[in-house]
C-alpha cells in the first residue's frame, strides 16, 4: 500500500470493530500476487463465516472484496458464484474513498445475518443490476433468437410439430446455435430471413448443421423442470406429441437433436440440444433475444437493398467500403479484383489472416456472407485495365454496366478511365477516392448523371483546382487496385477515415438523396496539420465545373441512328429465318 496512513487507519478501524462487535476475529496477512488481505471469523446466528477481505492495488480509488476462504462454499444469493465476492452495500458502481474495509465487513455481517437468519430468514432486495452482458457471461449454450425466426415461429399452428435446421458455431467461452431454416406448411425447408448466408454454411464460418424439432404448445406456457433427455421426452408426450424422432440412436450413439419448445407467448420459448454420445445429454440454452432496433428498418434501408453497387478493388480502401456499405443496408454487389490478400496487406486490409492467400474479391464476398442476410454478391478476379482476354474483359465490363452505382477504390488512372468512360455510357454515378502518400490526408469525389459533370470532367477540374495550390508534400498513394502496396504508405485509420468518407458519399449517391448531404463534387480531407490542411479533420470542398453526360457530336445524328436499328432489325429477321430452316 502505498498510503501508510491509509494504511494505519484502515487497521485501526478494524481493531475497534473487533474490540466493540463481540462477533469478529481478524488477522492480517499478504496474499500470493503480494496484496493485503485481512482473514475474518465472523459468528453469525452460530455458525462461524470464514472469509477473507483483500485490498486491491487500486485501494483506496476501488472497493476491496470480500470471499469466503473456502473457494466451495456459496453463502448468499448476492454472491458472484461458488467462492466467489459478496455483493455488498458498497460496489464498484458506488463506491468512494471514504468508504473503510471496517464499513464492508459491517455490510457483510448485516447481509448474512439477514439472509442466514434461522427462523426468519428474509430477502435482501439488490440495489445491483446486471447488463444482459453480464447476465450472459455464465451461459455456456446461447440460442440467437431473430427477428425473422420469432416471426415465423409464433405464426405456427398451436399445436404443432415442425422440422428445423440447426446451426453451430463454437466460439470461446460459448457454444452458439441458431436456426437456419424451418420447415413450412408443405414440409419443404426455408431459410430463416434474417440470418446470413455465411451463419447456415459449413463455409466460410466453420459451422455445424443439426437437424431438430420445434413444438409448438398452450401447455408450454406452465414452465416445467426438464433436467434430462428422457424428462424432456417424457414432457413432449404428456402434451400429446410424437416422440419417435427425438431420442434416435445409430451405432450405439444418440443422434443429436435440437428441440425447440414455445407456448402461446415468447417468453415460454426454450432450446435444448441432446448431445450426441452413447448417453443423451441434455442442453439447455440460454435466449439471445433481439434488441428493440432489430424489429424496424429504416425507409432508406430498404431502398439501399436493392441498389446494386459494383466496386472495383477490394485493398484496404475497398473492402472497408464494401462491408460497410453491407452493414448499412447495401445487399447487391459485384466485386472485382484480380489480387489476392497477402500477409503484407494485414496492416490496412478490413479482412484478417483467416483470408491469406485467398483472392480479395471472394474473401470479401464470404465477409459480407457474415454480416447480413439477403446479401448477394458476385465476384470477378479480373483485372480492369491489365493484360486479360477480350472476352474476360469485355464480360468484366458488362457486369459493371449492370450496376446502379460504381466506385473505383484502385488509384489507378487507367482503371478510372475505362469506368468513366463505362459511367457515362450507361449514365451511372460513380464514386472514387484516394488516400494520400504518408497518410496526412485524402480525397474523395463523385459523378452522377444530370448532376454533376461527367466523371472525366471532374477529374481535370479537380486537377486544374491542384495546380493553383502549393506542391503536395507526397503523391497520391498508388496502388490500393491489389499492386504491391509501398510500406508504412499510410496506417489503417488513416485509410478508414476516408473509406468512411467516401462510403457516406457512396450511400447518399446511391439514395440519390435531394437535397444531397454533400453540395460539392470532390473533397479534400485533413488528418493532420500538413500542406493546405491547417488541423486534423480539416474539411476543403472543391467546386468544380465541366461537360455534362450527354453525347457529343461524333454520337451521329438522328439519321444515322435509325439506319443501324434498320440495319440490326434486318440482321435479327436474317438469324431468325436461319435458325429456322437449318438446311437454308
Known amino acids: 500500500m502505498d498510503d501508510p496512513a491509509r494504511f494505519l487507519r484502515e487497521r485501526a478501524e478494524l481493531d475497534r470493530l473487533e474490540a466493540e462487535a463481540g462477533w469478529l476475529s481478524t488477522a492480517w496477512r499478504m496474499s500470493e500476487d503480494g496484496s493485503i488481505a485481512v482473514d475474518l471469523d465472523m459468528t453469525i446466528h452460530g455458525r462461524v463465516f470464514a472469509g477473507r477481505m483483500t485490498y486491491p492495488a487500486m485501494f483506496p480509488d476501488s472497493p476491496p472484496y470480500i470471499c469466503p476462504r473456502d473457494k466451495s462454499e456459496r453463502w448468499s444469493g448476492h454472491q458472484y458464484g461458488a467462492g466467489g465476492p459478496l455483493c455488498l452495500q458498497w460496489r464498484a458502481d458506488n463506491w468512494h474513498p471514504d468508504v473503510t474495509g471496517a464499513d464492508m465487513v459491517r455490510s457483510a455481517h448485516e447481509l448474512l445475518s439477514t439472509e442466514q437468519h434461522p427462523e426468519l430468514p428474509n430477502t435482501v432486495p439488490s440495489a445491483h443490476r446486471l447488463t444482459e452482458g453480464q447476465d450472459m457471461r455464465g451461459a455456456g449454450q446461447r440460442f440467437v433468437a431473430t427477428t425473422g425466426l420469432l416471426a415465423t415461429w409464433t405464426a405456427l399452428p398451436l399445436p404443432s410439430r415442425t422440422r428445423l435446421k440447426s446451426a453451430i458455431v463454437y466460439n470461446l467461452g460459448a457454444v452458439v446455435m441458431f436456426a437456419a431454416k424451418v420447415a413450412d406448411a408443405q414440409d419443404v425447408l426455408q ?16 459451422s455445424l448443421s443439426g437437424d431438430g424439432w420445434i413444438f409448438r404448445s398452450e401447455v408450454f406456457d406452465q414452465r416445467q423442470s426438464v433436467e434430462s433427455a428422457e424428462a424432456l421426452v417424457r414432457v413432449l408426450a404428456e402434451a400429446g406429441f410424437a416422440t419417435d424422432d427425438v431420442l434416435v440412436q445409430e451405432a450405439g450413439k444418440y443422434k443429436a437433436r435440437t428441440i425447440v419448445l414455445l407456448g402461446t407467448a415468447l417468453p415460454s420459448l426454450r432450446v435444448f440440444l441432446i448431445d450426441s454420445g452413447e448417453q443423451p445429454e441434455l442442453l439447455e440454452h440460454r435466449i439471445v433475444w433481439p434488441t428493440p432496433s432489430d424489429f424496424r428498418l429504416s425507409e432508406e434501408t430498404q431502398r439501399l437493398a436493392n441498389v446494386r453497387v459494383g466496386i472495383v478493388g477490394l485493398g484496404s480502401m475497398g473492402s472497408k467500403i464494401a462491408v460497410s456499405l453491407a452493414r448499412s443496408g447495401v445487399r447487391r454487389f459485384l466485386l472485382v479484383d484480380d489480387d489476392y490478400l497477402a500477409p503484407g496487406n494485414m496492416v490496412r486490409h478490413e479482412l484478417s489472416w483467416a483470408y491469406v492467400g485467398t483472392h480479395k474479391a471472394r474473401a470479401a464476398r464470404d465477409a459480407l456472407s457474415l454480416i447480413a442476410a439477403g446479401v448477394q454478391v458476385d465476384t470477378r478476379t479480373t483485372r480492369l485495365a491489365g493484360q486479360e482476354s477480350a472476352v474476360t ?24 478511365l475505362l469506368l468513366a468512360a463505362l459511367a457515362k455510357r450507361q449514365e451511372t454515378p460513380l464514386c472514387w477516392g484516394e488516400i494520400f502518400a504518408g497518410g496526412y490526408g485524402g480525397m474523395i469525389a463523385r459523378a452522377r448523371p444530370g448532376r454533376d459533370p461527367n466523371p472525366l470532367a471532374v477529374r481535370d477540374a479537380y486537377h486544374a483546382y491542384l495546380a493553383t495550390l502549393p506542391d503536395a508534400p507526397f503523391k497520391n498513394a498508388a496502388g490500393y487496385d491489389g499492386t504491391e502496396e509501398q510500406p508504412l504508405v499510410a496506417y489503417d485509420s488513416d485509410v478508414g477515415f476516408v473509406a468512411t468518407a467516401l462510403t457516406r458519399l457512396a ?12 453540395p460539392y463534387s470532390v473533397y479534400l480531407l485533413g488528418m493532420r496539420r500538413e500542406w493546405i490542411f491547417e488541423a486534423p479533420f480539416d474539411t476543403r470542398p472543391v467546386a468544380v465545373q465541366g461537360h455534362g453526360w450527354e453525347r457529343g457530336e461524333d454520337a451521329g445524328s438522328g439519321e444515322d441512328r435509325h439506319a443501324v436499328v434498320e440495319a440490326l432489325l434486318r440482321m435479327y429477321e436474317g438469324q431468325k429465318r436461319a435458325d429456322a430452316d437449318p438446311a437454308a
Open 191 to 206: 431459410d430463416v430471413v434474417d440470418v446470413p448466408e455465411g451463419i447456415a454454411a459449413s463455409l466460410p464460418l466453420f
Open 393 to 416: 474483359a469485355a464480360a468484366a465490363l458488362k457486369d459493371l454496366s449492370n450496376c446502379d452505382l460504381l466506385i473505383d477504390a484502385t488509384a489507378n488512372p487507367e482503371v478510372f
Open 507 to 518: 450511400i447518399d449517391t446511391a439514395l440519390s438523396r435531394d437535397p444531397s448531404e454533400f
